[in-house]
């Protein structure tokens, strides 16, 4: 069901959606090489309580039998690691890496919903356009984001700008609505025909959010059953924010 958000929805909507901008600008200034994964989910974590919000993802359960709660409140994953990576002791972020984290905070029982892709040191050529291409996607994408457009509008906008910067869209994932449910009606998948699907109104709250891939987008799913990869090794990006639909441009809630 796609859910149109009152005024006061919308109020809570933009407090946890601050929550999550708050918390990448911590990471952003604290991420490091040779720090764990754990302890990057431990900064989130607890930046996320003192504002007084509920790392959403922590015990997440998507229903799908053999798959456990997801265990953390970050995903995170590095290189060819697509998304939902799992925060571990054992993992070390090392100069040069791509950084992709995906956070949800639940505050006043509202979800909000942003990814980064943090560039670790000096990177390479390729691994930095890349990351832009993946942020630019975004853009593209709520351009169609308003009244008078559909949900393919903005599915057709991502996967043609990326397919036309040599690169691949993962195709078993999407962006969604948001609210109270992390994930809502309508699926927002990152390529697409453009007219279709369901019009956009205002009141809509979505998370757009372009998962890129530097080769082929084959991908391999991870014993751990959470952590998604590419299968030919290349790199990937993501970048997501929750935007508030509105009469005339989209909101961005997840910047500050
Ligand atoms: N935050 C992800 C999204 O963008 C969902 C992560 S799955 C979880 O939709 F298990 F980690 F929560
Ligand atoms: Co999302």
Request: one cysteine or more.
């Amino acid at each position: 069901m796609v859910t149109i958000k009152s005024k006061k929805e919308i109020e809570y909507m933009r407090e946890a959606c601050k929550v999550v901008a708050l918390m990448y600008q911590e990471i952003e200034n604290k991420i490091k090489p040779g720090m764990t994964t754990l302890e990057v989910d431990n900064i989130a974590e607890k930046v996320i309580k003192k504002l007084g919000a509920i790392p959403a993802e922590k015990g997440y359960n998507p229903g799908i039998k053999g798959i456990p709660p997801y265990p953390a409140s970050i995903c995170i994953s590095i290189n060819d690691e697509i998304i939902h990576g799992v925060p571990s002791k054992d993992k070390i972020i090392k100069e040069g890496d791509i950084v992709s984290i995906d956070t949800v905070a639940l505050k006043n029982g509202y979800n909000g919903d942003a990814a980064r892709t943090f560039m670790i040191g000096k990177v390479s050529k390729d691994a930095e356009r890349l990351v832009e291409v993946t942020k630019q996607a975004f853009f593209e994408g709520i351009k169609f984001a308003k009244p008078g457009y559909r949900i393919g509008d903005i599915s057709h906008a991502i996967g043609e700008y990326v397919k036309a910067q040599g690169y691949s869209v993962l195709r078993e994932f999407q962006g969604h609505g948001i609210g109270k449910q992390m994930h809502e009606d309508p699926g927002i998948p990152n390529y697409g025909k453009a007219g279709r699907g369901i019009r956009i109104e205002p009141g809509m709250t979505l998370a757009i959010e372009p998962m890129v891939i530097q080769g082929k987008p084959n991908i391999l799913e991870l014993e751990d059953g959470w952590t998604i990869v590419t299968e030919d090794g290349s790199l990937s990006a993501h970048y997501e924010n929750t935007i508030l639909i509105t009469e005339k441009e989209p909101e961005i809630l997840t910047i500050l």
